[in-house]
């Protein structure tokens, strides 16, 4: 599946933006957990060749999707907003809609990095990479490697 080519400046920007608004309505662990993830996401940003810096995003994303469903979940009233208070949790409540969808464009961009996959269940049929260790089947015969330079033609140097 090809995904379309979105800036993870975007994503970032987009979900500051609603974590701001979110913040009108919801305080405490909702900025907290929401902006320390967004601090990774610029960590992210600057270092383009790194792969921990995505893959803690990445992680963290998927933590803020439970946490944030906790949170609103437990904070969210159904009474008693005002039209500023309804406008936070609506923005709060988008920003979790459209995280699982950043997860997605930020999986791929780890992917582009050079990361492995995170996840792999086996049940597509056997993993195409290539380990350094030989199955039991093997037919091939590994080289040794603790054969010294006398097995090699060279000869030993005296001191």
């Given at each position: 599946?090809?995904?379309?080519?979105?800036?993870?400046?975007?994503?970032?920007?987009?979900?500051?933006?609603?974590?701001?608004?979110?913040?009108?309505?919801?305080?405490?662990?909702?900025?907290?957990?929401?902006?320390?993830?967004?601090?990774?996401?610029?960590?992210?940003?600057?270092?383009?060749?790194?792969?921990?810096?995505?893959?803690?995003?990445?992680?963290?994303?998927?933590?803020?999707?439970?946490?944030d469903?906790?949170?609103?979940?437990?904070?969210?009233?159904?009474?008693?907003?005002?039209?500023?208070?309804?406008?936070?949790?609506?923005?709060?409540?988008?920003?979790?809609?459209?995280?699982?969808?950043?997860?997605?464009?930020?999986?791929?961009?780890?992917?582009?990095?050079?990361?492995?996959?995170?996840?792999?269940?086996?049940?597509?049929?056997?993993?195409?990479?290539?380990?350094?260790?030989?199955?039991?089947?093997?037919?091939?015969?590994p080289a040794?490697?603790f054969?010294?330079?006398?097995?090699?033609?060279?000869?030993?140097?005296?001191?």
């Amino acid at each position: 599946m090809e995904l379309p080519t979105v800036n993870l400046k975007m994503i970032l920007l987009v979900h500051w933006l609603l974590t701001v608004w979110g913040c009108i309505t919801f305080s405490g662990p909702y900025p907290w957990a929401n902006f320390t993830v967004l601090a990774v996401g610029v960590w992210a940003v600057a270092q383009r060749d790194s792969i921990d810096a995505i893959s803690l995003f990445l992680g963290g994303l998927a933590a803020t999707v439970f946490l944030d469903i906790v949170h609103l979940s437990i904070f969210y009233q159904r009474t008693g907003f005002s039209d500023t208070q309804r406008f936070g949790a609506g923005m709060a409540i988008l920003s979790l809609l459209l995280k699982p969808l950043s997860c997605c464009f930020v999986y791929h961009m780890y992917r582009e990095r050079g990361g492995e996959r995170l996840l792999y269940t086996g049940f597509l049929g056997p993993s195409q990479e290539r380990s350094d260790y030989q199955t039991i089947e093997s037919p091939e015969v590994p080289a040794d490697p603790f054969v010294g330079s006398e097995g090699r033609g060279h000869s030993p140097q005296g001191y």
